[in-house]
């Protein structure tokens, strides 16, 4: 069973998940889809054409607009900014300008960060809070800064990997994983 605060909007047309949590003001617009047990935080928006996989955790105040998809097990961070279109003006409508942006499975977004619209951030990777982020995001890849820059590799579990011989291992799950050219991915079982 799901639950929705008093406080809460959802418009008819929405789709809610088993399990899913809607907190304090949130509104959810027609045509949105959350999946199971996601949670919204306070003040959260969803758009018109938003995609949440299972498990997706949005923390407060945070506006998913047309065309953001997040994947299964996504986390975004207090007050981070998705957009939608590339060169925004009151007095212009573009909303057939709308990009895609395409949240994997696992990435964690942190606070106040800001993703630019037609990027995709790949599977487990972590984007650190303030960051703003231009272009694309390899999988388990970690990127800081304005505009964000890789600063390093996460393993699934987000910890900072250290690669000796292009090998590392996560400290917390033992799992392994090697570089391949620009790439990390986590080793066969």
Same mark, same amino acid.
């Given at each position: 069973?799901?639950?929705? *605060? ?17 907190? *304090?003001?949130? *509104?959810?617009?027609?045509?949105? !889809? ?26 407060? &105040?945070?506006? =998913? ?10 986390? =975004? ?7 939608? !279109?590339? &060169?925004?003006?009151?007095? !212009? ?65 987000? *910890? ?19 570089? =391949? ?9």
């Amino acid at each position: 069973m799901s639950f929705i *605060h008093p406080s809460a909007i959802v418009d008819p047309g929405a789709s809610i998940g088993e399990g899913a949590k809607i907190w *304090h003001f949130c *509104h959810v617009s027609p045509g949105a !889809v959350i999946g199971e047990n996601c949670v919204l935080g306070q003040n959260v928006f969803v758009a018109n054409g938003v995609t949440l996989g299972r498990g997706v955790k949005v923390q407060n &105040n945070v506006s =998913l607009y047309t065309g953001v998809v997040c994947e299964d097990d996504v986390f =975004l961070g207090p007050s981070m900014v998705f957009t939608n !279109v590339i &060169n925004p003006r009151s007095f !212009v409508e573009r909303k057939s300008e709308f990009r895609q942006t395409l949240v994997k499975r696992g990435a964690s977004i942190g606070a106040n960060a800001t993703i630019v619209c037609g990027t995709t951030l790949g599977a487990y990777c972590l984007v650190g809070a303030g960051a703003v982020v231009t272009k694309d995001v390899p999988d388990y890849a970690l990127v800081t800064g304005i505009p964000a820059r890789q600063a390093g590799w996460v393993s699934r579990l987000g *910890h900072r990997l250290s690669f000796e011989d292009g090998k590392a291992i996560c400290p917390e799950s033992g799992e392994g994983y090697i570089l =391949l050219g620009e790439r990390c991915m986590p080793l066969a079982d």
